[in-house]
């Protein structure tokens, strides 16, 4: 691991009472979900099977595709390593300013590889392009009709579309059903930031069977462990009672953003999901960062490393009512 990703969490020794530095669903794993873990701790005494491949016809019933089309990983970052593995040594580019994994993929198994805008994609002579969509951080959409014209016009290209954000908004569809009829589209979908259960790491490719058979060649045995398969059986079997209003997250994010845009000397960015990024415009993001964790225990993420960003940025994701409050009441006292 070159560089990592998720929250700081683990790297604070204060006592955090909101988190919003990472973009996981702020209502935490559904009850039902972690009492079905629980009830399954047992299972780590055992091997669990090599790739997780009980999941697959659960995963292919859901979306009405063949099981052959599915890979389960350990999170949505295995996935982009594996992908990267086996298109080693070409070319890639990456649509930034964006997650940083797909780079650090790339470095490991030496592919050439740009950051570029979304306008350059259509100029890229890459074997493999990494769009997340909607984009961390920034919460940046591209349309199924836009995506398909990029299928179309680049059939040379292997699309590799990130959905782990797609449950997070309401302003664009997945494109999982696409994979029937593109052979040159791998979707990869995460489990984690719905269900809130980043700790287990669950997550998936989507793509045409040859390509899933190339990529179970490079998977090591048991990556998912016991838990998580059990998990994800149960979030596959209950996935439409899990699932939550985006539209109502989206109206709860509008009434954040717009306290937000009250404060002086912030700059509050447009986006399609329930996170997004604001500008400092005169005071630095590592230092509202520190003082908001040492005098009121509140944890944000400082995207000022996010390459193809110029300024002092931070990303939030919107939490409960009483948790925005306090974001902005502290913000207030530092500005």
Not at 221 to 231: H, T
Not at 260 to 274: I, P
Not at 316 to 332: D, W, Y
Request: include cysteine.
């Amino acid at each position: 691991m070159l560089d990592g990703h998720g929250d700081d969490l683990h790297l604070i020794e204060e006592k955090i009472r909101y988190n919003f530095s990472s973009n996981v669903y702020y209502k935490g794993c559904p009850k039902t979900l972690l009492t079905h873990i629980s009830k399954n701790v047992s299972l780590i005494q055992n091997y669990p099977s090599p790739a997780a491949s009980e999941l697959n016809e659960l995963a292919a019933h859901k979306f009405q595709l063949d099981r052959e089309q599915f890979l389960f990983t350990n999170g949505a970052t295995e996935a982009f390593y594996l992908i990267a593995q086996l298109f080693s040594n070409k070319k890639a580019a990456i649509v930034a300013p964006t997650f940083s994994e797909y780079e650090d993929a790339c470095k490991i198994f030496q592919l050439d590889y740009l950051l570029i805008s979304r306008t350059e994609i259509k100029d890229t002579n890459a074997d493999l392009v990494f769009i997340c969509n909607p984009n961390n951080p920034n919460g940046a959409i591209f349309s199924k009709n836009d995506l398909e014209l990029l299928f179309q016009q680049k059939p040379a290209t292997i699309f590799v579309i990130d959905e782990a954000y797609i449950e997070f908004t309401n302003s664009i569809e997945s494109i999982i059903s696409l994979t029937k009829k593109y052979d040159n589209l791998i979707v990869v979908r995460s489990l984690t930031k719905t269900f809130t259960i980043p700790g287990l790491r669950l997550g998936y490719i989507v793509s045409n069977n040859l390509i899933i058979k190339e990529l179970l060649t490079l998977k090591m045995p048991w990556s998912v462990n016991s838990l998580a398969i059990k998990a994800g059986e149960y979030i596959f079997k209950n996935y439409e009672a899990f699932q939550f209003d985006a539209a109502e997250l989206m109206e709860e994010t509008v009434i954040f953003k717009e306290q937000l845009e009250q404060l002086k000397g912030v700059k509050v960015y447009k986006s399609n999901t329930s996170y997004f990024l604001v500008e400092l415009l005169q005071k630095s993001a590592k230092e509202l960062k520190e003082y908001l964790i040492v005098k009121h225990q509140i944890l944000i993420r400082d995207a000022t490393n996010f390459k193809g960003l110029k300024g002092e940025y931070i990303r939030l994701s919107t939490q409960s009512k009483e948790a925005n409050n306090a974001l902005i009441q502290a913000i207030k006292e530092w500005m």
